[in-house]
């Protein structure tokens, strides 16, 4: 039981790691774990680990870029005009990225928190395209 709850819990860690730090890529580990531990109700158990540690960590660089935009407002000002038209469609735009990956979520995490977008809806959000592509990626791996 314990080892069963450690894997869980080093992939939340590993998952909150790869939502600041793009190096870690948490679609590697999720494929690498499933193969190893095999099974569709693991990987998609893994799934919405993953998605919820790798929203965490966007939400901490979600609030950086936020901080960091009030601090520097008038440099980024311009800049704010530029991604204006974005502000539109913020949560389709995050759920596609979310889930296809396309544009980066890094990016468009930071450009959500320099936009002020609402916090709440882009973690509710991002959490649900996360966890279509874990998902899906996990169950993928489970076939394999």
């Known amino acids: 039981m314990v080892e069963v709850l450690g894997v869980y819990v080093g992939s939340f860690a590993i ?12 679609e590697l580990y999720l494929i690498g774990l499933v193969l190893a531990i095999g099974g569709i109700p693991e ?5 919405v680990v993953i998605a919820a540690g790798q929203m965490i960590g966007k939400g901490l660089l979600f609030l950086t870029a936020r901080g960091a935009s009030k601090r520097w407002t008038p440099k980024l000002e311009r800049f704010r005009l530029r991604v204006q038209r974005w502000r539109s469609a913020p949560y389709s735009v995050t759920f596609v990225s979310a ?7 890094y990016l ?20 649900a395209g996360r966890t279509l592509r874990f998902g899906t ?8």
Not at 15 to 26: E, K, L, Q, R, Y
Not at 99 to 105: E, F, Q, R
Not at 137 to 144: C, Q
Request: hydrophobic fraction near 75%; avoid cysteine; aromatic fraction near 8%.
């Open 137 to 144: 990626i996990g169950l993928l791996a489970a076939l394999a």
């Open 15 to 26: 998952a909150i790691a790869s939502g600041v730090f793009p190096i870690v890529n948490a």
């Open 108 to 127: 468009l995490t930071v450009l959500a928190g320099i936009l002020e977008i609402r916090f709440r809806m882009f973690l509710l959000v991002g959490f």
């Open 99 to 105: 889930a296809v990956g396309l544009p980066p979520l």
């Open 43 to 47: 990987a998609l158990l893994l799934a």
